[in-house]
């Protein structure tokens, strides 16, 4: 049974950075799409990126776009969700998710992992 990890998520100042890791164990992630997803207080779950099988297709929500970049290591089972220039309103727990096509929408994905709290303050 696939069991998705996320770690690498604390406390930052804005415009700092960090970088996510969603590591994989029970089975190979080489044939799944994995994304990246963000729950704040009282939102709802937002898409933020997601990664094709092979990695050589990635998709944003606009929010991130041009400071956050995924990016995977199949030989390791793991997937990376590097965040820079952070923002307060990216605070939010981070999960990350996998299916078998590149989207945003949560309802497309499964085997979600337990989340990593990512705070952006001063």
């Known amino acids: 049974q696939l069991q998705l990890v996320e770690s690498g998520g604390g406390l930052v100042q804005p415009g700092g950075s960090l970088r996510l890791s969603c590591a994989a164990s029970g089975l190979r992630l080489d044939y799944s799409a994995i994304g990246w997803f963000r729950q704040a207080p009282g939102k709802e779950r937002e898409g933020v990126s997601c990664i094709t099988s092979s990695g050589a297709s990635t998709n944003y929500a606009d929010s991130v776009k041009g400071r956050f970049t995924a990016s995977r290591d199949n030989a390791k089972n793991t997937v990376y969700l590097q965040m820079n220039s952070l923002k307060p309103e990216d605070t939010a727990v981070y999960y990350c998710?996998?299916?078998?096509?590149?989207?945003?929408?949560?309802?497309?994905?499964?085997?979600w992992g337990q989340g990593t709290q990512v705070t952006v303050s001063s």
């Open positions: 998710a996998r299916a078998l096509g590149c989207t945003l929408d949560a309802d497309d994905f499964g085997s």
